[in-house]
């Protein structure tokens, strides 16, 4: 069972940036796949990025590259989300997740989740 806890959401205005962290414990496994999903109130969960294990492979949702970045560090068992430029829709519970091997986009071939961490900006 792998435990993934996400930290540094907060408030920031727009035009900010946030980094987020999501430490991952557990039996480890080099063929973890890591993601990040975003929910905003009334909204269903989003796909925000993937990273394969050795970096080789990354996917962003649609119009956040450029905006956001993702990176692990498989040394402290962490992923990375940088966020700039950020804006009001931007707003939502930020959640990590993880699988085995494959990067994917959609949540529902993700195994383990955290519980996510708050993101909110001001406009």
């Known amino acids: 069972q792998v435990q993934l806890i996400e930290s540094g959401g907060g408030l920031v205005q727009a035009g900010g940036s946030l980094r987020l962290s999501c430490a991952a414990s557990g039996p480890t496994s080099s063929a973890y796949a890591l993601a990040w999903f975003r929910q905003a109130p009334g909204k269903e969960r989003e796909f925000v990025a993937a990273i394969g294990w050795s970096s080789e492979t990354t996917y962003y949702g649609d119009s956040l590259k450029g905006r956001f970045t993702a990176s692990r560090d498989n040394a402290k068992n962490t992923l990375y989300l940088q966020m700039n430029s950020l804006k009001a829709d931007d707003t939502a519970i930020y959640y990590c997740?993880?699988?085995?091997?494959?990067?994917?986009?959609?949540?529902?071939?993700?195994?383990?989740w955290g519980q996510g961490t708050q993101v909110t900006v001001s406009s």
């Open positions: 997740a993880a699988r085995l091997y494959s990067v994917r986009r959609r949540d529902d071939e993700y195994t383990y």
